[in-house]
């Protein structure tokens, strides 16, 4: 866990993102989770972008950051 996002050049098409913030591959889901009862954010990227992914665990837009790890 980090107090800020993961900022990733990401490429079209679908992703797990880690929620349990147990993953060695952070933002992505590694299966860290087996277990703990909390799996993944999966989302569909419609293009290649850059996306901001909640780093701090606060966000009320998960996976994505929105601005919670600052106030
Ligand atoms: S990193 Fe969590 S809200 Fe920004």
């Not at 800020?4 to 147990?22: D, F, L, M, R, S």
């Not at 989770?33 to 701090?56: I, L, Q, R, Y």
């Not at 950051?65 to 106030?71: F, I, P, T």
Request: proline share 6%; net charge positive; with cysteine.
């Amino acid at each position: 866990m980090q107090n800020k996002p993961y900022i990733v050049n990401e490429t079209a098409g679908t992703k797990a993102y880690c929620q349990c913030h147990k993953s060695q591959n952070m933002p992505y889901c590694d299966g860290a989770h087996k277990g703990s009862g909390v799996g993944p954010s999966v989302v569909e990227v419609t293009e290649d972008k850059t996306v901001a992914v909640c780093g701090c665990g606060k966000t009320q837009s998960a996976p994505f950051c929105d601005g919670a790890h600052s106030r």
